[in-house]
Structure formats: structure tokens, C-alpha cells
């Protein structure tokens, strides 16, 4: 995954592995069912308006950034809200992936889904 997207915050690097995990410690958390695919939509994990919500203010505290609290429904699945909260973190200089391609399912592999 070299060409993973990948940002600091408070000195901590952040990628979408990173991203992606503590999407599962809040999933756990709530008892709600981690995915074995990250393509899965978070509706078809068990995920209602008041998850999302409360998962995007999770992830607001840990990234520091503001998030829109509808971004599940703008990206419904593991893997695009992890490549999406990256990007939104990067540096401006930093922006776009090589060539100007997108860098879809850079998230595919990431930890223990």
C-alpha cells in the first residue's frame, strides 16, 4: 500500500488503516457487527442514522477535523469513509494521488476485517 493515501495528526501518522480501526474499536464498542468486506455499506452492518452520527463525532475527536454527520450516507461504505477522512486531512500541498488517479480500494486490505 505505498501509494495509500496518509496524513499527520498531533504526530500521529493517519491512513485509512488507521482510520479503519478505530472504526471497529467504536463498532465493537456499540455491538454492532464489524465486516469481513470493507465495500460493505454501513447499513448493511446494522449501522442507523443515530450510529452514524455518533461515529462521526468519534471520529471528529480523534482527527481533529470537522465531519459532516451525514458522511456515512456520502460514503456508505468501510473503506470509502477511510479513504475520504484521509484525504480531508493531508496537507494542501499533498492533494490528489499520483497522476491525478483516484486511489480506490487502497483500504482493501486493511487490518483484521
Partial sequence: MSDQLQAS??????NAE???A???EWTEANNLKVPSDLNQTFAEAGFDSMH???LAFFLEERL???IDETVL???PTFASLAEHLVSLIRPAGAAG???GAPVSGSAGGAGNW
Fill in 9 to 14: 495528526v498531533d504526530g500521529v501518522t493517519v
Fill in 73 to 75: 450516507f456520502d460514503y
Fill in 52 to 54: 452514524s452520527v455518533e
Fill in 97 to 99: 494521488s499520483q497522476n
Fill in 18 to 20: 488507521k482510520i479503519l
Fill in 22 to 24: 478505530w472504526i471497529q
Fill in 64 to 66: 481533529r477535523i470537522k
